[in-house]
């Protein structure tokens, strides 16, 4: 059964700049659309990026040119450098499939505050 676990999260002022990486432990990695979504209290899950299995990415338009997903087939993980964060980027984040989700994992927390 795929896991997913996530990394890389913290505190950083507006501006600033965090990695992060998401491990699945599974088999089906390599051939599927893989997404980072993040969820602000209150709010569902929004998908910010995604990344096909042969590399083509999608944004929404909130993270457009701010952020840059990418992945490692080799090492099953696939990562999302953000650039000149923003306050309303402050959610935790997840990664997981796109169209067919599995259990979410933990997620990681990102703030962004001066």
């Known amino acids: 059964q795929e896991e997913l676990v996530e990394s890389g999260g913290g505190l950083v002022q507006p501006g600033g700049s965090l990695r992060l990486s998401c491990k699945t432990t599974g088999g089906i990695f390599n051939i599927n659309t893989m997404g980072w979504y993040r969820q602000a209290p209150g709010k569902q899950h929004e998908l910010v990026a995604s990344?096909?299995?042969?590399?083509?990415?999608n944004y929404a338009g909130s993270v457009k040119g701010r952020f840059t997903i990418s992945r490692d087939n080799a090492k099953n993980t696939i990562y999302l450098q953000m650039n000149s964060l923003k306050p309303e980027d402050t959610a935790v984040y997840y990664c997981?499939?796109?169209?067919?989700?599995?259990?979410w994992g933990q997620g990681t927390q990102v703030t962004v505050s001066s």
């Open positions: 997981n499939f796109v169209g067919t989700l599995i259990s």
């Open positions: 990344i096909t299995s042969g590399g083509s990415t």
